[in-house]
């Protein structure tokens, strides 16, 4: 699973330090989401990216979300 994180305003603002056409795959986006969710504002979260995250959670965390 290839992400592209310009598509995700709350992923892109975790990667802030990286490039613009910045690509992560599936585990390295849930685990930006959970050792960063302190920077997230859940209440921001589109669509789009909330079916993103609910779908990493299921398929690389086993259905649990562990933020830090």
Known sequence: MRIQVNKYPQ????????????VVDGPEALGLYEN??????????DPQE?????G???RF???????A
């Open 36 to 45: 960063n969710w302190r920077l997230i504002d859940p209440e921001g979260f």
């Open 61 to 67: 965390g086993n259905g649990v979300f562990m933020p």
């Open 56 to 58: 990493l959670v299921a």
């Open 11 to 22: 992923l892109r603002t975790l990667c802030w330090n990286r490039p613009d056409d910045a």
């Open 50 to 54: 909330a079916k993103l995250l609910a």
